[in-house]
């Protein structure tokens, strides 16, 4: 679409949404489409889930999963194209070329990588995996991507695809943009135990939970260690808790801080009231997840037609490439 800016991102099919993807990344995904100035594409990633386990007999039903949470959490897949990498061979196409043209000494010097070899323990690296942010820049490249909009984790990636971008102009002329990656203002939303929001660590809001869920989990939120009963005097500024009031009702965030620090407000009617917020916030999600639940079919209808749109435009993509470097 002319003068609309192209935006490009996925996530890896790992299951169910929370809270913590839908502040680092999935906000900035509708506020954009939303906004009326952007074309949206949303790739499901599941060759790169293929990076840290073969096994692969989950993941059709992980990406089901996290395009209903996609939906539910407003992404409209008549407006933003949803579909699987794994369904459209260009992306390996276009990542065979860009490996030629970055290092391996490049790849290993990836922070991400090396964080994740240091705590996943994962074995003996494959060369697939050495490879996973040239796949990620085919997959923001291949629809010509100008913004990425991403959790803060993943922005080497993002510089990576930028220097591809500009090594392949370079060396066979103007095919691709620079993209920028853009971040949300609360990248990192702690878990109910004030480490990062996640699945495996049991600490995590799910989008799809419902409300007497929602109600449970914050029931067992860590708080201020010092505040022990009500009366006791609080300190917001190190409180997950409190950070949920941000996050999620701002309009009582200077009320919430004095009775914190004051000690009139106790914890627990603290946490229900962010509970009570938060399952403010996610009732139009449960909504509209609802409306999707109940027509499972149409959710293979909208990756098929997802994937249709992409091919059009990642096999336009491809025949530039070509026709750049003289093959074919
Ligand atoms: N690496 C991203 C993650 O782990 C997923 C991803 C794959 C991606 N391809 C992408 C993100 C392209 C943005 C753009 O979440």
Redesign the pocket.
Known sequence: MPNKKII?????PTGKLHLGHWAG?LENWVALQNGGGYSNYH?I?DY?ALTTNIDTSDIHAFSLEMVLDWLSAGIDPEVSPVFR?SQIKEHTELHLVFSMLITTARLERNPTLKEQVRDLELGPMSYGYLG?PV??AA??LLYK?EV?P??E??LS??EITREIARDFNRQYGQVFPEPAAKLTKFARLPGLDGKKMSKSLNNAILLSDPPDEVNKKMKKAVTDPQKIRKGDPGRPDICLVFTYHKKFNPSEEDEIRKGCESGSLGCVDCKMRAAEKINIFLEPFRERRKKYESEPEKLDKILRDGEERARAVASQTMSDVHKAMKLG
């Open positions: 490009l991102s996925g996530m890896r990344a790739l990633a790169h990498q996973y796949l990620q997959d923001i991507g990425v991403v959790g984790d993943q990636h993002v």
